[in-house]
């Protein structure tokens, strides 16, 4: 069954993207894939596909709009990709990465002044890069180890 993207986002039927559907797909931009069928959000025209036959701990996932399908095959039906009794989630991991990202995130909002000049951040980020634990904002000034202020 091909398609062109148009007849996608404005016939298709909920059976045409149906969970667990092994489609190959060629999209506007020439990349050509298969993938399974995850999910599909018609209000957003978002695909979500886990390419190729991965199984185990790691998948690959791809968001994909409909819009940039150029035209699609059906391959066959599988089982559903995300049944609760196949799916491995490391919980110890998630969380470990969650926490790692919340203190970049606080990191590098250590690293923003409130109340500079973007010529002052600018500067306060060239001097970040070669000397990075030394240097952090004061209020409005830079502060080199709390001895030297750069106003």
């Known amino acids: 069954m091909a398609m062109e993207s148009s007849n996608i986002t404005s016939s298709s039927s909920s059976e045409d993207f149906a969970v667990g559907c092994l489609l190959s797909i060629k999209t506007t931009l ?15 025209n978002v695909l979500v596909l886990q390419e190729g036959s991965k199984h185990g701990p790691k998948r ?8 940039y399908i150029k035209e699609f095959s059906l391959l066959g039906q599988a089982e559903d990709p995300l049944d609760i009794n196949k799916c491995y989630i490391d919980l110890h991991s998630l969380q470990a990465r969650e926490e790692l990202a919340l203190r970049q995130a606080e990191a590098d909002a250590e690293r923003i002044g409130v109340g500079v000049t973007a010529e002052a951040q600018s500067i306060f980020d060239a001097l970040s890069k070669t000397y990075v634990p030394l240097f952090y904002f004061l209020g409005v000034y830079i502060s080199l180890l709390a001895s030297v202020s750069c106003f």
């Open 30 to 44: 020439g990349e050509e894939f298969d993938g399974q069928v995850m999910t599909f959000d018609r209000p957003s």
């Open 60 to 67: 690959d996932i791809r968001f994909l709009k409909a819009n």
